[in-house]
C-alpha cells in the first residue's frame, strides 16, 4: 500500500493508548511511549528471526 511501517506503528499505539487496552501493575493504563518501546522491541526481535531463517543469497544452492 505504501505505508510507512512507522506510520501504522503509531496509529496502533495511539489506539491501544486511547482505549487503555494495557495496564501496568498497578491497574494504570500504560503510557504511548511504553507501549511504542515494547512494540518496536517485538517487531526487532521478529525481523531478526526472520533474517536468520532465510537463506542468504550465496547458501540458496546448499
Do not use: H, W
Not at 489506539?15 to 511504542?36: C, G, H, R, V
Not at 526481535?45 to 540458496?60: A, F, G, I
Request: charged share 35%; hydrophobic share 25%.
Amino acid at each position: 500500500m505504501g505505508v510507512d511501517p512507522k506510520y501504522g506503528t503509531a496509529t496502533l499505539c495511539r489506539y491501544l493508548t486511547k482505549f487503555e487496552i494495557f495496564q501496568t501493575a498497578n491497574d494504570k493504563p500504560m503510557s504511548y511511549n511504553t507501549i511504542k518501546e515494547d512494540i518496536t522491541e517485538i517487531k526487532k526481535e521478529l525481523l531478526l528471526e526472520e533474517s536468520k531463517r532465510k537463506p542468504s543469497k550465496n547458501n540458496k544452492n546448499k
